[in-house]
């Protein structure tokens, strides 16, 4: 059998490129007329119809050839039964012959035919040793005919032979075998119409020439049936050859598409990553291609009938016993006998870990039976790879490698589900704590050293973290320098507080990172379940407020959470959002607090304080709110307020007033301050040296480059800037040789222990004695009792202010008591105030020079 014409380029689609191509160039020439067709896409459509012809005519052959080697084998198969019935039915016909008929014909036909017959019976012979032939021509086909007519010629002569003196016997003899040979032939040549026309034409000659012989209405009764059994075979044989010729067709068409599979499943195997995989009804390997056998690291040959689910149990053997249980699942896969996709087995070739996704459907044979297994077999290692890489980001920090916020949560909710359930259920209370913390400090390690610093300090953090936390509870970075331990399970809070103490006492010892010895201190918050909530978010916010009061109170220690710590920030909250209505509403307003100089009891000036009367808690403190505003940012917008405000109120004052007014470090930080504090004199129309700044050490602490130019362009602008509380907060006294201040003003803490205590004066007379050094004005602040007076003006101080002057008071009342203040004279020392008895004579008369 020959198929080498479908293998030939014609058999494949015509390509369309040419025919677009001229077609779009058809379209866009708007010259060539609607109904001509230009000569190019002419001569294109003529190749396209010689290549259809070519194509239906080397299909037409393919199919021809393998008709003519189906009637060939049928003519062959049939052979030797249709040789032995013929020899048989001309020895019977030859036998029962009467000695009326003449002998010679009858001698000579009976020869003629055992000739024929012993030359197909040679021919079948030689037919079985050749075996089965690759083609067979049309002349053998014509031969067939030939044959077949000269059959039915000689088997036509026993009818003529019977008209010339045959008796009732021979009739009945002759024509049971005319009825045999009628059928043995066409089912002979059935599948032959041509040939099987040619013998039952020549056969039926017989017939017709004996009943024109013999006449009467039997013999044309016979002659009747005979031709409708030979008419019946003539269409049967149509029916089969169009039967053969479908057949054929379908086959010829399979195979071509088994060819273009066959071509495109080698293309896909040799040119992608995917190997094909066959195995047969036994489980066993075949059809092994060099991809696959290269992918499994084996010889193609030693994987021939090699037992796919042995193969996989070998490759698997050094793989943990929970990835080997992916083998037990190709096995019930292949029982169950359904088509599988994606079954992904782990697998060890060369000595690297692999994965294979196997799919595959169930080979079947003609009668449905399952004959094997055919399918793809893909290698994800790399996908496996990015998953599991996938995954691991999913759940863990990519600095530190701890567990990242999300999955923290997730874990947190899943055992706090546990401990629900488990007291729902009467069982035993399940308690457990939740840890954040943070590191004091660690934005200055960033700005001061740099971000790589940074990360390696969060790294090693993270590993004494890890190692002082203990195996089974989960440690968690939730971002920047905020970290989080869950202990799933505790009973007593000493245990908890001692997990807390032991995370703080490892971190106390310097990180050596890139070089650097950096400090650390981190400060701990705890929240504790059931007591101090019971879902993931209680737990978080409780935490987190321990952390806050730690951090507020006393840095580097471990606070638990209480409910009060709630209770400041839900009154934090409603602070917040009731003071930007204060803001937007105008419910804020300015008191003014006088400043008197002790040299002539004179008002120089008034310092303007912030006062909000809640509409509906009253009063509240600025010690409360303005934290709550410098937190929240509020504080730019009620700053500015405040500016402007005390600017235009001081405008109405007489010439020689001052106003003093606080600035917060976040508007010192600002870089609009400068251009503020401008817009507020000009729209106020006050003279620049009549405002006074008051800042506070606390500026310093994150003192930048630009802080201290902002500063010299407000003492640019001719506004005086006073360093308030000075002495209780910053611990560096090099800003003062940094930046020349006009005013120092003295804390009201040492102002108040200033007759109780030695220290106390001793600091203020330090003070004094450095402000009158670098020619700076001073203020004590907090002044409320005649001797606190006396001695501050024994000791050089400019002004006091506080209630011994007056208190604080509204805008409108300012021009009255400045009025009103010339008539108030300066109260006398008390007469048992003795100065010289008090221990200011046994203070230092030389500043220390720790101080200078």
């Known amino acids: 059998m020959s198929i080498s014409p479908l ?52 299909s037409d052959e393919a199919i021809e050839a393998r008709v003519r080697l189906r009637q060939h084998a049928a003519v062959v198969r049939a052979l030797p039964w249709m040789s032995a019935m013929s020899a048989l039915g001309a020895l019977s016909v030859a036998a029962a012959a009467p000695a009326a008929v003449p002998q010679a014909p009858l001698w000579g036909w009976l020869v003629a035919l055992m000739v024929l017959t012993l030359g197909h019976l040679q021919f079948w012979h030689q037919c079985r040793r050749q075996g089965r032939p690759l083609h067979i021509h049309r002349r053998r086909i014509g031969a067939y ?11 036509s002569a026993p009818p003529v032979l019977m008209a010339f003196g045959g008796d009732a016997t021979l009739g009945v003899v002759s024509g049971a075998t005319l009825m045999t040979v009628l059928c043995a032939g066409s089912l002979t040549l059935m599948s032959m119409p041509r040939a099987l026309h040619a013998f039952l034409g020549m056969l039926s000659l017989g017939p017709v020439i004996g009943a024109g012989l013999q006449g009467g209405l039997p013999a044309w009764s016979l002659l009747l049936q005979w031709l409708l059994l030979a008419g019946i075979a003539i269409a049967s044989s149509r029916g089969v050859q169009r039967s053969l010729r479908a057949r054929v067709s379908a086959e010829v068409k399979s195979d071509h598409q088994m060819q273009l599979v066959g071509l495109l499943l080698r293309d896909f195997e040799e040119q992608g990553s995917d190997v094909i995989w066959e195995i047969d009804a036994g489980g066993r390997l075949c059809h092994v291609s060099s991809h696959l056998a290269e992918a499994l690291g084996r010889e193609a040959a030693t994987l021939n009938d090699r037992s796919l689910l042995g193969l996989l149990a070998e490759l698997q053997k050094d793989l943990p016993e929970s990835e080997r249980e992916s083998a037990g699942q190709l096995h019930e896969r292949l029982t169950e006998g359904q088509p599988f996709r994606d079954v992904l087995l782990p697998m060890m070739v060369g000595g690297q870990q692999r994965w294979w996704s196997m799919t595959a459907k169930p080979l079947v044979n003609e009668r449905g039976m399952p004959v094997g297994w055919r399918g793809v077999a893909r290698d994800v290692t790399q996908a496996r790879h990015a998953d599991r890489r996938l995954t691991w980001l999913a759940h863990n920090d990519t600095l530190t490698g701890l567990t990242n916020r999300a999955h923290f949560r997730v874990l947190l909710e899943k055992v706090l589900g546990g401990a629900k359930a488990r007291e729902q259920n009467g069982g035993p209370a399940h308690c457990g704590a939740v840890m954040c913390l943070d590191l004091d400090g660690f934005k200055n390690v960033n700005d001061t050293l740099g971000h790589a610093t940074g990360d390696a300090l969060l790294v090693e953090v993270a590993r004494r973290l890890k190692e002082a936390a203990g195996r089974g509870q989960v440690v968690a970075r939730l971002g920047g320098d905020e970290f989080a331990v869950l202990m799933r399970s505790v009973r007593q809070d000493e245990e908890i507080g001692a997990a807390g103490q032991r995370i703080i006492e490892a971190m106390r010892a310097p990180c050596e990172v890139m070089g650097a010895a950096v400090p650390v201190r981190v400060s701990v918050g705890i929240a504790r379940f059931p007591q101090d909530g019971m879902t993931v978010d209680e737990m978080m916010q409780h935490a987190d407020l321990a952390l806050y009061d730690a951090k507020s109170h006393a840095p ?104 003093a007014v606080n600035i917060s470090p976040v508007q010192v930080m600002a870089q609009n301050l400068p251009d503020a504090v401008q817009r507020a004199l000009q729209r106020s129309g006050l003279a620049p040296h009549r405002l006074e700044l008051e800042i506070t050490e606390s500026v310093f602490i994150n003192e930048t480059r630009g802080t201290v130019e902002r500063l010299h362009a407000l003492g640019r602008l001719g506004v005086q800037i006073a360093l308030d509380d000075f002495g209780t907060g910053y611990s560096s006294l090099a800003y003062l040789r940094r930046f020349p201040f006009d005013t120092l003003k003295i804390d009201r803490a040492f102002v108040r222990e200033l007759l109780i205590s030695r220290d106390a004066r001793s600091i203020v007379r330090n003070i004094l004695a450095l402000a009158q050094s670098l020619r700076m004005s001073t203020v004590a602040e907090g002044v409320e009792e005649p001797m606190q007076v006396s001695v501050l003006e024994a000791e050089g101080c400019d002004m006091v202010q506080g209630y011994y002057a007056s208190r604080p008071m509204p805008a409108r009342d300012v021009i009255e008591f400045v009025l009103n203040w010339g008539e108030r004279h300066r109260p006398d020392r008390p007469r048992d105030f003795d100065l010289a008895n008090t221990e200011t004579a046994a203070l230092p008369q030389t500043l220390p020079e720790t101080l200078i």
Do not use: Y
Request: glycine share 6%; aromatic share 6%.
């Open 7 to 58: 293998s030939r380029p014609p058999l494949m689609p015509a390509p369309k490129t040419a025919h677009r191509s001229s077609s779009s160039v058809s379209r866009a020439s708007p010259r060539v007329p609607a109904r001509a067709t230009p000569r190019p896409a002419r001569q294109a459509s003529d190749r396209r119809r010689e290549d259809r012809r070519r194509t239906l005519q080397a």
């Open 145 to 155: 005919e030939l044959q077949a007519g000269l059959t039915g010629l000689l088997w």
């Open 556 to 659: 580097g220690s471990v606070r638990f959470f209480v409910a009060r710590l709630g209770e400041q920030v839900r009154r934090r909250l409603v602070l917040e959002r009731d003071l930007r209505e204060a803001i937007e509403r105008g419910q804020l307003e300015l008191h003014f607090q006088p400043k008197v100089s002790l040299r002539d009891w004179a008002v120089t000036g008034f310092e303007a304080l912030l006062r909000w009367n809640h509409p509906e808690h009253g009063p509240i403190s600025p010690v409360e709110f303005i934290p709550v505003a410098e937190e929240s940012g509020l504080i730019l917008q009620m700053g500015e307020w405040a500016l402007g405000q005390a600017c235009l109120e001081a405008a109405r004052w007489p010439d020689p007033l001052q106003v």
